[in-house]
C-alpha cells in the first residue's frame, strides 16, 4: 500500500491511497484513490479492461481519506488481499515480506 497526503491544521487537503499486488514478477496497481481533478475518487484496475473510475460519496477530503485507508470492498484491512482476486483472478501472488532492520 502507498499513500501519501498533505493534511493542514487537521484538514486534508489532497491524498493519494494506493493498493498493489505483486503480479507476473511485478507490482502492479490495484486500486487507487486520489484527489487529482479536484474531487475525491477512487480507479479501479482490470486485468484486461480500461480502468474504471468511481465517484466517491463523501462530504470532504477528510472522510474520503478514511474511507480510502478502510476501505470495505476490501476487507477493511490494508493486508487483505480479498477484493483483489476477482481483479485478477489466479494471477494473484503476496511474496513473503522484506525482512526489516532493527
Known amino acids: 500500500m502507498r499513500v501519501e497526503a ?3 491544521r487537521a484538514h486534508v487537503r489532497r491524498f493519494v491511497v494506493q493498493y ?4 507476473d514478477g511485478r507490482w502492479q496497481p490495484i486500486i487507487r484513490y486520489d484527489t487529482a481533478h479536484g474531487f475525491a475518487h477512487r480507479d479501479i ?3 484486461r479492461n480500461p480502468t474504471m473510475k ?6 470532504d477530503f477528510n472522510e474520503a481519506f478514511t474511507f480510502a485507508m478502510l476501505d470495505p470492498d476490501r476487507g477493511g484491512f490494508p493486508e487483505s488481499p480479498a ?6 483472478p489466479a494471477r494473484l501472488y503476496r ?3 522484506a525482512p526489516t532492520l532493527a
Request: net charge negative; proline share 8%; charged share 10%.
Open 20 to 23: 498493489e499486488a505483486y503480479i
Open 54 to 59: 468511481e465517484v466517491l460519496a463523501v462530504q
Open 45 to 47: 484496475y482490470h486485468a
Open 6 to 8: 498533505m493534511i493542514d
Open 83 to 88: 477484493g483483489f482476486s476477482s481483479l485478477f
Open 95 to 97: 511474496p513473503p515480506l
